[in-house]
């Protein structure tokens, strides 16, 4: 008997009439598998309305009642697509992220997910009945209601099918599947059919919207296959799962931008042990993620460093910044604006060779300048102006041949390692 | 040290900036109390929205899920006006009615409430909170989130008043208080500043929309004062409590209409027991509220019945009368529509004689013809035709002086007793 785990967002329960299609699709996915778990977002705009609610009456509401507030646009949904199922003949009941008792820690709008009691869910499956998840919910030991932060929905789902040993997470959303590039921006871009969880992993931090990190790193510590694809298209959207042989042979699978990046460059710290934890911990309490960091020794003797953070990120991070250096003593910092990053990403960088010459070559022709590098087993990540990005991320789609699926030739032996700065 | 539970219902909190008016309100009769506990119905219309949208996706949803989907509208009131009250510096938390432990029967849509756990909210109260708990609604004992019908919001107020040995239940509302008559109806209907238990419920039952009837005998079982009062007014309303001597003065303290009513006429049915059993069964079954029963020996033998039900209920009642007369082997039905009920409610109709006929005469100087009496000791209704309603009422309200708040003369003395029909 075959289980499958289907998940819908948010634009695809975004009013009754879709509330129904998602329904039938579900019906549909269930005949094929036996029993099907459905996690689904809050419809459409919801999550954006109540919170304009809250700021209406609080500017700084408290993170717990914002819980308490947001829980509601999942559990509506929950209750209106069991109704359409029952209304199509299909037996369901929806539950709570309290009812099935995902348990969460208590860090309230980003929560993370401790464990979950499928009993109750099996129960229900075992009663024939179609189980109806609220995504994006949980609960604490002591009853708090939480929320899980952005991707909460697509985490769900997935820690949902890996706690059930589903065969597969769907993850029904309102595009295709995951392209070579944004198709919006490159519009040669190439569905995939197959995506490694490490090559997706990379896509997602990097700026490809399609699946948040966190699902697809839960995804691949359980080995869930979790297939993308379009919530009103019967085609198969993409497939992502562990890396297989013929995966290898792309060296490069994909490539994204990811925009409105600021770069905050500390100069003249001292070199000692303990910097970087000073740093990285006040980054850390104020809650912001920062990357590409790059680190070295200044010329007078003093260390460097730098890392990119998003724009609206950089509000917290001067007086969090200026608090440490006050605390070294000396440094400076300086901030630079309206940034992006351009990466491409693939397993086969590992055996293949070349790729970063072949991607820096690309954005020289195309008269781009490249502010930083950084690098990671499979992926290569570039600085650039904004007003570069775009044209950017076409370069470099054509250069790696990526509209048409077969592997770009790589004909130079630049060991890539060679890039780290 | 004084506890208050404030109720504050839809329309007092159908924006962000009647919540924050509410915030302010909570605030200042905390001042005077020391602690509070604020109940909170959905925002405005809410919950019809809500019904509308599971309209839309199944026209007969079952009660579970629409449930679960009601229960939302009440967990954002709570978690906003929390917030407000956070905005304005006092501590406090929402608590949803699963959080409280506010335990019901699972009729799932018209739930009961079996218990109140007071240990959680007693906690919050101990460390400086206002607790706001979401009215209407409960979980069963396995979890199912139920709803509790219609008047929840009050009952849940009143219940936690009972629960918490509050010192009095303030319903905040956007009335002024009890009025001797429906103030849109008659013009120169009088605010009551007290009025009992007994009272009140009859008044609720026949047709005065201030308060529910369940939330009335939840006051009356547990001697809870319940204040009912305008919210964005500051004068009192109208006090709801035991009666007391002063009352007795008072033969008729208010009266009321109820319209759109339809009367049920069941004749010729078999004069043996077990024959209002079987109808009043069918009719419970069929979830129908009737009232102003009649029932009298025909002339050949046989007996009739006959009782008022609301028009919305008359689709239902038709074809379970039918079956009931099939078993009956006898019986004939007719239904009229088209009437208002008139009625006249008062603690010392138990001691003043007289009030029937003073009632009578009145709708017959208006030339409104009477189609049937009901009583109880401390009212008297009569079923007139609906285009009679106002005028009905008009006459009433004045017959008795409830304008000016001086007992009605009464001196005629015809026991009411003898207008058992």
Redesign the interface.
């Known amino acids: 008997m075959g289980l499958c785990v289907l998940k819908f967002g948010g634009t695809s329960v975004a009013s009754?009439?879709l509330?129904?299609a998602a329904?039938r699709r579900i019906i549909d996915t269930r005949a094929a598998f036996s029993r099907a778990v459905v996690v689904v977002s809050a419809m459409g705009h919801t999550t954006d309305q109540?919170l304009e609610?809250?700021d209406?009456?609080?500017?700084?509401?408290?993170r717990?009642?914002?819980d308490?507030?947001l829980?509601?646009g999942e559990?509506?949904s929950?209750?209106?697509?069991?109704?359409?199922l029952?209304?199509l003949g299909a037996p369901a009941?929806?539950l709570?992220g309290?009812?099935v008792a995902i348990r969460t820690t208590s860090s309230f709008t980003r929560a993370r997910i401790r464990s979950i009691d499928t009993t109750g869910i099996m129960a229900e499956l075992d009663r024939g009945r179609i189980a109806v998840v609220a995504g994006f919910q949980g609960v604490t030991d002591d009853?708090q209601?939480t929320t899980l932060g952005r991707g909460g929905s697509d985490t769900t789902a997935v820690a949902l099918a890996a706690a059930l040993a589903a065969d597969v997470c769907e993850i029904f959303t309102d595009v295709d599947g995951v392209y070579t590039a944004d198709p919006r921006l490159v519009p040669d871009a190439r569905k995939l059919d197959r995506i490694s969880y490490d090559e997706m992993l990379e896509l997602a931090v990097l700026g490809a919207g399609v699946m948040h990190s966190r699902a697809v790193q839960f995804g691949q510590r359980y080995n869930v296959p979790i297939h993308v694809r379009h919530s009103r298209k019967s085609d198969a959207g993409t497939l992502i799962t562990r890396e297989s042989p013929e995966m290898e042979n792309a060296s490069v699978v994909g490539c994204a931008l990811k925009e409105n990046l600021g770069r905050v460059s500390l100069r003249d710290l001292p070199n000692r042990p303990g910097v970087d934890a000073a740093i990285f911990n006040a980054l850390a309490e104020a809650d912001i993620n920062v990357d590409d960091i790059i680190q070295n020794e200044a010329s007078g003797g003093g260390m460097n460093i730098s890392f990119t953070v998003e724009h609206r990120d950089l509000a917290d991070i001067k007086p969090a910044m200026e608090r440490v250096l006050t605390g070294f003593g000396r440094g400076e910092m300086s901030i630079d604006v309206g940034l992006s990053r351009v990466s491409v990403v693939g397993l086969g960088m590992r055996h293949h060779t070349g790729v970063a010459a072949k991607m820096f070559t690309a954005l020289a022709e195309a008269g781009i300048n490249i502010l930083n590098i950084t690098t990671s087993e499979i992926k290569i990540s570039c600085i650039i102006n904004r007003s570069d990005g775009e044209r950017a991320l076409k370069s470099v789609h054509s250069a790696f041949d990526l509209a048409d699926g077969q592997p770009a030739a790589i004909d130079t032996i630049t060991p890539m390692r060679s890039v780290r700065a």
């Open positions: 009754p009439d509330i129904l329904a109540l609610l809250a209406a009456v609080n500017p700084h509401p408290s717990r009642e914002t308490m507030l829980a509601t559990q509506v929950i209750a209106l697509l069991a109704m359409a029952q209304s009941i929806s709570t309290q009812q009853g209601i």
